[in-house]
Nanobody, 122 residues
């Protein structure tokens, strides 16, 4: 059983910063890809940024230069440092993990956390 536990959301004024964290639990040997998606009010879930086992990063154009994603491979965790936030960044942020090896078995996923709310006021 794989669980993704997120933390770090909150309310911030435009121009402010927040840091999201996500840790995977459950005796995991490795995770291929970890990252974050955003679901804004009334919209579908969209990619924010993901990082692979090799350190390759894929992120949306909207966050380039403002958000930084990082992984702790030993702890099976991923962080998202969000700077220069604007109201369009408001939404539920979901942690995701894809391609998990646990007890010698490969699980393709994707797996999702419960979501953490980010609200940016203007």
């Amino acid at each position: 059983q794989v669980h993704l536990v997120e933390s770090g959301g909150g309310l911030v004024q435009a121009g402010g910063s927040l840091r999201l964290s996500c840790a995977a639990s459950g005796s995991i040997s490795s995770i291929n890809v970890m990252g974050w998606y955003q679901q804004a009010p009334g919209k579908q879930r969209e990619l924010v940024a993901v990082v692979s086992r090799t350190g390759s990063i894929n992120s949306s154009d909207a966050v380039k230069g403002r958000f930084t994603i990082s992984r702790d491979y030993a702890k099976n965790s991923v962080n998202l440092q969000m700077n220069s936030l604007n109201p369009e960044d408001t939404g539920l942020y979901y942690c995701t993990a894809v391609g998990i090896t646990q007890h010698g078995t490969f699980y393709p996923g994707p797996y999702w956390g419960q979501g953490t709310q980010v609200t940016v006021s203007s």
